[in-house]
């Protein structure tokens, strides 16, 4: 026979009982921790998903406004430029020196070296003492890629010293919006290249990215600005600072040395 003590519910107080009512609060905890768990992972997700998606924005708002001035490059090179695409040569490569002359068409250090010394590197080239090579490394704007795209198709036309002369004697202020197609085309009318297949060039963008390639072989060479003036591969200090007769005597040192 049972008494009715065996039937009764353990006492609040005991031992058992506490351990069980520890045990349900430890799984309420545990179980209210995972789900705060699974929340935090939720919205990090979310969060995440929209950050990428900003900066997907980011990027387009970036490039669309880079190529609304414009019209896109297609990766072309100027059929005259030199091997590997960086540059046109002029004078002949047997001469005694090369010079590598590194400019942005908007840099106005690249302007002032050019005022001094730009008849210098002609003349240099007519007596056959120098073979120049003009490097348009594109780095300051849309600007820039415009003016380096219509050098391209002066290359092309035959006429890139007296089109790079006449762009350099017309430089506008840096990153105003110079350098327009229309501004472009006149130029090239003011020395002769007022045809039909320069004006498409122009337009059309033919080399409108070939700027930004000469750009990163600039930095390969591990140049830092612009102009940059190299005489048998080495570099000259500050030649933006190097009057006619300071250039010249640059010029006549690496004949003898070379």
Known sequence: ?????????????????????????????????????????????????????????????????????????????????????????????????????????????????????????????????????????????EESDRASNAFGCAIDAGRPVEFLTELFANQPAERTGGYTTDDLLASGEAVGLDDAVFESCVRDGTYADWGRHVLDAFRDEGLEATPSVLLNGQPLENPAAMSADEFRAAVETAVTTS
């Open 1 to 141: 026979m049972t008494s009715d003590h065996d039937n009764r519910p353990p006492a609040r107080g005991s031992k058992k009982g506490q351990a069980r009512a520890r045990a349900a609060a430890l799984r309420e905890e545990a179980e209210a921790r995972a789900l705060a768990e699974r929340r935090r992972e939720r919205f990090m997700r979310a969060g995440i998903s929209v950050g990428v998606l900003v900066v997907i924005a980011v990027i387009t708002i970036v490039l669309v406004n880079r190529s609304s001035d414009g019209p896109e490059g297609t990766g072309a090179i100027p059929s005259g430029a030199i091997e590997g695409g960086t540059g046109v040569a002029a004078g002949e490569a047997s001469a005694p020196v090369t010079i590598d002359y590194w400019f942005d068409f908007q840099c106005p250090f690249c302007g002032e070296f050019e005022a001094q010394n730009g008849p210098v590197l002609e003349e240099l080239v007519a007596d056959g003492t120098a073979q120049v090579v003009y490097h348009p490394a594109a780095f300051l704007g």
